[in-house]
């Protein structure tokens, strides 16, 4: 039986979600498409779990809600993490999900480098590597002759990037616009319809799990802006990075001014414009019931093409199993053409 050996980079939310769509979904893919799939390793900031023969997955996510630290895994908990774990363990393909750094990009890129030069797949659902060194990632993951796939950084379970590779791909792209990033979706959507205080929702979104490691990274547009600088590379070839976006975030948006676009009929959304001449994230005036219009955490785009015309996506744009599917289904397209 053929067997995909996978390290799970990064525990929170999104790493706890990949666990649990694995444990949901390996039987599935065993029987689909032939391949066993087997977490060897999973590590958090300081420390990890480590287990040739696999590692129970349900199991991983207990042990971390209640102790906080994989190292109290039962005989393969230890204090090894980030790079050590990728040298110490036998494994085919990496599931990179620590949170975004926009300023060094660090740990995601290291570890992502690291894995190619090994000769392993990453799916990755991290922004701060693309945001900044989109470019050089892609080069390195070709040079080594490696998958990489990155669908989950934009959107969460929305589908958008390979939807627009694979399903549009007789189109060119001009242009995409739309809402991408829920935290500041579910704040101002709140805000809107129950006039719930922006600091309360903010809360609330971290509760969730859907906001960022830090939070302002949702609510000043940073966020947005790395996934804008995505879409601008991988979908439109523009050769941009994070510096290039002009952005605004939504922590100036008062209460008041909410109500008074709702009186005319218009919504406050944060939105972010991708195209040749423009890649700007701000908040903008939409009028309501407009394909802007949607509530919490979902996310959308309006993919401009030549041929198709214009066509709109939507789908919850983060939380924990949400963001994890868009993984597993990049993960199951690594084995249907490697495997
Ligand atoms: N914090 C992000 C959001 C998570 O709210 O959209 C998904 O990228």
């Known amino acids: 039986m053929k067997e995909c050996k996978i390290i799970i980079m990064g525990f929170g939310s999104v790493g706890q979600g990949i666990a649990n769509a694995i444990s949901l979904k390996k039987e599935m893919i065993n029987e689909k498409y032939g391949v066993q799939l087997k977490v060897v390793a999973v590590a958090d900031s300081s420390t ?4 040739q023969d696999g590692l129970d997955e349900k199991l991983l996510i207990d042990i971390k809600k209640s102790e906080g630290k994989l190292s109290a895994y039962p005989d393969c908990g230890n204090n090894m993490s980030g790079i050590d774990v990728l040298d110490a363990v ?3 393909l990496l ?5 975004t750094n926009i300023e060094t990009a660090e740990p995601a890129l290291s570890l992502t480098l690291k894995a190619f030069e090994q000769g ?3 799916v990755t659902s991290n922004k701060g590597h693309l945001a900044i060194k989109f ?3 892609i080069q390195a993951a070709e040079e080594n002759g490696v998958e990489f796939k990155y669908e989950a950084s934009v959107g969460g379970a929305m589908p958008i990037i390979n939807f627009t590779r ?3 791909s007789s189109c060119g792209i001009k242009s995409i616009i739309g809402i991408l990033n829920g935290t500041t979706n579910y704040i101002l959507s709140r805000m809107t319809s129950e006039g719930s205080s922006y600091d309360i929702t903010l809360r609330e979104s971290q509760e969730l799990g859907i906001a960022e490691t830090d939070p302002t990274q949702d609510v000043e547009g940073i966020d947005a802006a790395c996934k804008t600088v995505i879409l601008a590379n991988s979908l439109l070839g523009i050769d941009a990075t994070y510096d290039d976006v002009t952005v605004e975030g ?3 948006i008062t209460s008041q001014a909410i109500d008074l676009a709702k009186k005319d009929g218009y919504l406050i959304k944060l939105i972010a414009e991708v195209s040749q001449d423009n890649l700007k994230v701000s908040p903008r005036l939409v009028k309501k019931g407009s394909s802007y219009d949607v509530n919490g955490t979902l996310n959308m785009a309006t993919i401009k093409t030549d041929l198709a015309g214009d066509i709109t996506v939507m789908g919850l744009g983060a939380g924990s199993l949400e963001t994890a599917s868009a993984m597993l289904t990049d993960v199951i397209s690594i084995l249907k053409n490697k495997y």
């Open 90 to 92: 036998e494994y085919d």
């Open 135 to 137: 470019s050089e990632v």
């Open 120 to 122: 392993k797949d990453v």
């Open 166 to 168: 694979e399903t549009l």
């Open 250 to 252: 939504i922590s100036s």
């Open 95 to 99: 599931m990179e999900a620590t949170p």
């Open 48 to 51: 990890s779990a480590i287990c």
